[in-house]
C-alpha cells in the first residue's frame, strides 16, 4: 500500500533508471569537499567501486509491496561490484526500527530505507545520517528532511487527478454522467490524496458528477464486498475509480457476478492482472494508473551512485535532487505493450 507526500520533482515512469535523469551525485560528505572536482564522472553501467547497501522495507504482504522487493534484488544483481544487504521486511515499527540498526552497525555504505511508517523511523533515519550513511528514503517519506539525502516515491495526488482527467475525458460529451468511486483504507494520507487529486480533476468537467464512494482495504475480498454494496445501491453510473489493483481483482468479481457493464472502470497501481484484462479488452476494467514499483530500482541507482560519489547524466546540476516524483502513467490499450513489463503480481 504505498504512501508518500507530493514533493519533488516530476519525472517519467520509473521503468527509465535513475542513471538516465540526474547528473550529479555525492556521498554524504559536505558539499564542498564534492564540488571540488569540477568534472565528476558519471554513473554508467560499467562496474566501479565496491558498494554495499542496506535495503529495509516492510513485509511483503502486498502485490505492489512484494515487486518492491522485487525490483531492488533485480537491479541489485545488474551491478557486479553492488552487494544488497537485504532485510526481511516487517510491519511491526520495533522490528523494522532494529533491523536497520542492524544495517547501520554493519557500516553498509548507503541505506536504502520504505518505512513501514514513516514518522516512526525517522528517528534511525537521523541515525543513519549522523553515522554517515547516506539514506535514500523510499516512499513513504521520513518526518524530517534531515533523516535522508534523497527521497524517492509516487505521487497519490497525480494518480487521483490522472485517473479523474481520463475518465472526464471519456465522458466529457456525455449529460449528466455519474461517477463512482473505489477507495483504498481512509485513515491513510495516500487515499486522501487519491480522492483529492480525483476530486480536483472532476472540477473541470460540470457534466460529471461522483454520485457513491466506498472505501475498502486493499484485499481481493474487501473490493469485492465493498463493490458489491457500491453495485446494489447504484443502479446506473459511467464511471468507476478504483484505487488499487489488487482490491481491484474483488471488485471486478462482484461486477461480473452482478451481470453489469454499462460503465468504464479504471484501477490504479499497475498490477499485471490488471494490464492483461485492459490489453484483452473483454471487462469493464479499461485503464490503469500507474504507481510505479519500478522507483526501488531507481533508488538502487541512486544509492550505488552516492557511494561511488558519481554523478548521473541528464541534470547539470552537481548534486542529486533531495526528491524524486515519479509520474503516474495512464495505460490503455493503445499503450499497454509498452508498460506490461513493470506489471506486478
Same mark, same amino acid.
Given at each position: 500500500m504505498p504512501e508518500t507526500s507530493r514533493r519533488g520533482l516530476l519525472f517519467g515512469t520509473a521503468a527509465v533508471s535513475a542513471g538516465a535523469f540526474l547528473t550529479a551525485c555525492t556521498s554524504n560528505e559536505p558539499k564542498e569537499k564534492a564540488a571540488a572536482t569540477s568534472n565528476q564522472p558519471a554513473a554508467d553501467d560499467k562496474p566501479g567501486t565496491p558498494v554495499t547497501i542496506g535495503f529495509a522495507g516492510p513485509q511483503a504482504d502486498h502485490g505492489w509491496?512484494?515487486?518492491?522487493?522485487?525490483?531492488?534484488?533485480?537491479?541489485?544483481?545488474?551491478?557486479?561490484?553492488?552487494?544488497?544487504?537485504?532485510?526481511?521486511?516487517?510491519?511491526?515499527?520495533?522490528?523494522? $526500527?532494529?533491523?536497520?540498526?542492524?544495517? $547501520?552497525?554493519?557500516?553498509v555504505d548507503v541505506l536504502v530505507v520504505l518505512p513501514a511508517d514513516g514518522k516512526a523511523l525517522t528517528q534511525v533515519g537521523l541515525e543513519a545520517m549522523k553515522a554517515g550513511i547516506p539514506v535514500v528514503n523510499l516512499d513513504r517519506i521520513f518526518a524530517s528532511p534531515q533523516a535522508y539525502r534523497c527521497w524517492v516515491g509516487g505521487d497519490n495526488y497525480g494518480m487521483g487527478l490522472n485517473a479523474g482527467h481520463y475518465i472526464g475525458e471519456q465522458l466529457k460529451d456525455k449529460a449528466g454522467a455519474k461517477v463512482v468511486e473505489l477507495a483504498g483504507i481512509d485513515n491513510l494520507e495516500l487515499t486522501k490524496q487519491r480522492s483529492q487529486g480525483f476530486a480536483d480533476a472532476l472540477k473541470n468537467y460540470s457534466n460529471i458528477k461522483l454520485v457513491a464512494r466506498q472505501a475498502a482495504d486493499f484485499t481481493v475480498e474487501s473490493g469485492q464486498a465493498k463493490m458489491a454494496q457500491l453495485l446494489q445501491a447504484q443502479k446506473q453510473?459511467?464511471?468507476?475509480?478504483?484505487?488499487?489493483?489488487?482490491?481491484?481483482?474483488?471488485?471486478?468479481?462482484?461486477?461480473?457476478?452482478?451481470?453489469?457493464?454499462?460503465?468504464?472502470?479504471?484501477?490504479?497501481?499497475?498490477?499485471?492482472?490488471?494490464?492483461?484484462?485492459?490489453?484483452?479488452?473483454?471487462?469493464?476494467?479499461?485503464?490503469?494508473?500507474?504507481y510505479p514499483p519500478t522507483m526501488a530500482a531507481s533508488a538502487i541507482d541512486l544509492a550505488r551512485a552516492l557511494g561511488q560519489s558519481k554523478g548521473i547524466s541528464g541534470l547539470s546540476e552537481m548534486e542529486i535532487p533531495t526528491s524524486l516524483t515519479l509520474y503516474s502513467a495512464v495505460v490503455t490499450k493503445e499503450n499497454i505493450d509498452q508498460y506490461l513489463p513493470t506489471g506486478f503480481s
Open positions: 509491496l512484494n515487486a518492491i522487493n522485487v525490483q531492488a534484488k533485480s537491479r541489485a544483481e545488474k551491478y557486479s561490484e553492488v552487494t544488497l544487504e537485504i532485510t526481511e521486511g516487517s510491519n511491526d515499527t520495533a522490528a523494522q $526500527i532494529g533491523q536497520v540498526k542492524t544495517l $547501520i552497525n554493519k557500516k453510473f459511467d464511471a468507476l475509480w478504483n484505487h488499487d489493483d489488487d482490491q481491484g481483482v474483488g471488485a471486478l468479481r462482484a461486477i461480473q457476478q452482478a451481470g453489469r457493464d454499462e460503465f468504464i472502470m479504471v484501477g490504479g497501481a499497475g498490477a499485471k492482472s490488471a494490464m492483461d484484462a485492459i490489453k484483452a479488452d473483454n471487462s469493464v476494467l479499461k485503464a490503469t494508473v500507474l
